[in-house]
């Protein structure tokens, strides 16, 4: 599906076309399952109000033989929405419309569906607001409101590439625009913005717009695993692309997550946002084992037991997604195919970790011309306590030693593979998936075959139990975090006034920093030495680090800096941290209108004015459109609209892109 560009003819503008979502009368399949959801989201409603209904009616009457009937037609509604939410989960495990069409030997992924929405008309409330506040005709502006409407219809079918998701960001950065200047807080404007949950269908409809930009902000991270899941992971650069959309994907998630944090729909809440964050997080780190491993594994002693601890890194981090799947508050709602993935590629990726391992001790074995340290130093690391009490160079030098270690390594690795396999019968969705069940078989055979090389007799007789692999990834998956976002807005808000950034340099004095850390993020110092380098440096209680080195800690919890931390040499190591200032005003601000509890009148300060200036300010050359936000004029107009603008594509030459968020906002603009 593509972008629609139409002509001048067609559209009002300079630019002589702007650009909108993809056709949705397109018969895609991503569009198909997208009119199906939206069809399942009404005959929910449905059902909802029909229940509802009978419910009062079951509460009002007294009468036994309207109760009986009124029973009766709840165990039909009930039923219809169980069948309906099946049908819902359905379409949340059709994965394999959103994989690449040539691929045919990668693991299937997990894209997020968009959040479905009504029309919303803002001519009628946006006209009467602004003759009733700006004192100005409405009518003059239905071509600009327009043009948002517009915006805000194109952003329901967004195009799965980069532009979509520039869609998607400047429908946002419009919205922070759109609601300072007409969602007063002490009033409703009578906008109701419906969006419905991914997972349940269930509606929600408020006034307030913050359901608005959170509802966009889902389906921006949404849309970025849909990218993600579209790469082709037969190259190196689509791989790239794939590990950076879900990593994207994941840090958007982490900003609507700390940013709006008492959204009513469930798909939005902080435990959901959170398992997401973290599927996201494994799928972005199962294509970094892809990547490495595409040229090809090398059947070789250190080659082997590295993918093998890449292996057993994926395995942890889908894990940690399936333990977070079974926690109270997501595993009611949760796919069942999601967790049922999970357990898959859990049971896979360790299996693969113990056959790798099993390979390097079957096949090579100590030779005089080795390098017997690096070797027993490789093997030390894998394990966090050795079989039996046996050193890891004992087991090297000892040919049956290598060898019963091996074997009970593939048989660990053969009883995953059939874990997954059984895991994977059990939904008939994931059996569906004809790429998924060769892969599981493949392995499968292959620690088979493997281990009948060295099958004998007197296994039974001396069984040893492998110990689990240790984890470890040579890059691991992190959220790519929009630019624009200053850090946890619990912190970082305009409550607080902060002082500009302070650059110090940290060293240790007898292996201690002087001082300690607490928080999730970003970390504040805790618990200062008034003696130590630090304090004498410049360092307070109280401050808050933001950067060590080049690095963006904002959104760091305390673990995570002591890793940056650890990599202080003699030099010692930089960081900027800043201090939380006092909010209580010293004095009154100076103002020509400043009453200080009074009422207002002017003070004895005169201004001198220009009466030519005024006249010419006056003077309204040409109307700024109403979408046009964000960028200075040279010539302002003295509407009380005169409003800044953020869409200046008319000012540029054509062949240069414009920009997908505002220059002059940042705070709202996602880009990365």
Avoid at 429 to 441: G, S, Y
Avoid at 572 to 591: E, H, Y
Avoid at 645 to 654: A, F, G, I
Wanted: aromatic share 8%; proline share 4%; charged share 25%.
């Amino acid at each position: 599906m593509t972008d629609t560009i139409l002509p001048k003819e067609n559209r009002a503008g300079e630019n002589g076309y702007f650009t909108k979502g993809c056709n949705p009368l397109a018969q895609t399949g991503r569009s198909k399952l997208q009119n199906k959801r939206a069809h399942l989201n009404q005959q929910i409603i449905k059902e909802m109000r029909m229940r509802a209904g009978a419910e009062n009616l079951l509460r009002a009457t007294s009468n036994n033989k309207v109760r009986e009937m009124v029973v009766l037609e709840l165990s039909y509604v009930n039923s219809n929405l169980q069948l309906l939410m099946e049908e819902l989960e359905g379409l949340n495990s059709s994965v394999e419309v959103y994989q690449n069409v040539r691929e045919t030997s990668s693991m299937p992924l997990i894209p997020l569906g968009l959040k479905e929405t009504k029309e919303v008309d803002f001519s009628v409330p946006f006209k009467d607001f602004i003759l009733e506040h700006y004192s100005e005709d409405g009518s003059s502006y239905e071509e600009q409101i327009a043009d948002l409407m517009d915006l805000r219809k194109a952003c329901r079918t967004p195009s799965r590439n980069d532009t979509g998701v520039e869609l998607l960001a400047s429908y946002f950065s419009q919205l922070s625009f759109v609601e300072n200047r007409f969602f007063p807080p002490s009033r409703q404007m009578g906008i109701f913005f419906t969006w419905y949950d991914s997972f349940t269908g269930v509606p929600v409809c408020q006034q307030n717009i913050s359901l608005e930009k959170a509802s966009v902000l889902f389906n921006m991270g949404a849309l970025y695993t849909q990218i993600g899941t579209r790469c082709d992971r037969q190259t190196k650069k689509s791989l790239e692309d794939a590990i950076d959309s879900f990593q994207k994907g994941a840090g958007v998630l982490n900003y609507l997550k700390e940013t709006f944090t008492h959204t009513p729909s469930y798909d939005m809440s902080p435990a959901m946002l959170s398992m997401l964050i973290k599927m996201m997080l494994a799928q972005a780190q199962e294509c970094l084992f892809e990547k490495i491993a595409l040229p090809g594994i090398k059947n070789e002693y250190f080659s082997l037991f590295r993918m093998a601890q890449e292996a057993a890194k994926v395995g942890e981090a889908y894990d940690l997604v399936y333990q977070s799947m079974i926690q109270t508050p997501v595993k009611d709602n949760v796919p069942f195919f999601w967790s049922t993935m999970a357990q898959v590629k859990i049971n896979h990726y360790r299996s693969l970790a113990h056959y790798f391992v099993a390979t390097a001790l079957l096949d090579h074995q100590l030779n005089p011309s080795d390098d017997e340290d690096h070797q027993e130093k490789a093997m030390s690391q894998l394990y966090d306590s050795m079989p039996e009490g046996h050193s890891p160079l004992d087991i090297l030098k000892s040919k049956d030693e290598r060898t019963r270690l091996g074997k009970a390594h593939l048989r660990k690795a053969i009883t995953g593979h059939e874990e997954a396999l059984r895991i994977n019968s059990l939904c008939r969705h994931l059996k569906k998936l004809d790429i998924l069940n060769e892969i599981l078989q493949v392995s499968h055979k292959r620690s088979m075959a493997k281990y009948s090389q060295h099958d004998n007799e007197d296994d039974f007789a001396d069984y040893l139990e492998a110990p689990d692999i240790i984890s470890k990834a040579e890059q691991r998956a992190e959220m790519i975090l929009p630019t624009a976002a200053k850090g946890p807005l619990s912190v970082f808000s305009a409550k607080q006034r902060w002082t500009a950034p302070r650059t110090l340099r940290l060293h240790k004095e007898d292996g201690v920093l002087g001082f300690t850390m607490k928080g999730d993020s970003p970390v504040q110092v805790h618990s200062l030495d008034p003696l130590s380098l630090a304090a004498v440096d410049g360092l307070k209680e109280g401050d808050y680090i933001v950067a060590i080195n080049d690095t963006d800690c904002k959104w760091m919890g305390v673990s995570e800096v002591m890793k940056l931390l650890k990599n202080m040499d003699d030099e010692g190591i930089d960081i900027k941290v800043v201090s939380m200032m006092d909010n209580s005003p010293s004095m009154p601000n100076k103002s020509a209108t400043y009453c200080g509890g009074l009422p207002k009148t002017y003070s004895m300060i005169c201004l001198a004015v220009d009466a030519d200036k005024i006249t010419k300010a006056r003077k309204v050359s040409k109307k700024m459109s109403f979408l046009s936000w964000g960028n200075k004029n040279k010539q302002k107009s003295a509407s009380t609209l005169s409003l800044h603008t953020s869409d200046y594509c008319d000012t540029l030459p054509r062949n240069r892109q414009c920009p997908t968020f505002p220059s002059s906002y940042d705070d709202a603009a996602l880009h990365y």
